[in-house]
């Protein structure tokens, strides 16, 4: 018969004690991390009010890399408003570089200022195009992203949309 050395032996004895023990901390708010954040981001931003996010365009240094954008599950059009339930929602809006677009921005510019919306541009070619719906919308944070993972949670097809806390509209 094969003896075991000791130390085998005291280590097959002493693992289960040697495990972690896994420690839940009551008593914690559940968006702890969340206060955290505002409270940072006021720092960073002056105290925007409602302790919201606001990229700023010019913190990005290229943003060629992210170009082009193209959102296979959006494209120009109408919409029909309907209302959301979304509470805590931020609103924003998607756009693209197309003329329909560039129109809307300019139109609902004001609005969507008073709002303090942030925009995405679902559908950019180039940075020339990403200037165009900036100049559209001035003093307001557009920035390129693909739309299409929004596009199938909000059951929409077309842009540009405004999305709020309780609205979808156009």
């Known amino acids: 018969m094969k003896q075991i050395p000791l130390t085998s032996c005291l280590i097959l004895i002493l693992t289960p004690f040697a495990l972690?023990?896994?420690?839940v901390v009551e008593g914690l708010p559940g968006d702890f991390a969340q206060t955290d954040l505002r409270v940072f981001d006021a720092q960073m931003n002056g105290?925007?009010?409602?302790?919201?996010f606001r990229a700023e365009v010019s913190l990005l240094s290229d943003e060629a890399w992210m170009l082009p954008i193209s959102s296979s599950r959006l494209s120009p059009g109408k919409i029909t408003p309907r209302t959301l339930d979304m509470p805590g929602l931020p609103p924003f809006f998607l756009v693209g570089d197309d003329p329909k677009s560039l129109a809307w921005l300019q139109?609902?510019?004001t609005v969507l200022r008073e709002l303090g919306t942030v925009g995405l541009a679902v559908e950019v070619a180039d940075l020339?195009?990403?200037a165009r719906i900036r100049a559209a919308a001035?003093?307001?944070t557009i920035l390129p992203?693909?739309?299409n993972s929004i596009a199938t949670r909000l059951q929409i097809k077309h842009y540009?949309?405004?999305?709020?806390?309780?609205?979808l509209e156009q």
């Open 107 to 109: 139109e609902r510019g």
């Open 20 to 23: 972690a023990e896994l420690t």
């Open 47 to 52: 105290g925007t009010p409602n302790g919201l």
């Open 138 to 140: 001035p003093g307001i």
């Open 160 to 167: 540009p949309v405004l999305v709020t806390a309780t609205s």
């Open 145 to 147: 992203l693909n739309g």
């Open 128 to 130: 020339k195009a990403l």
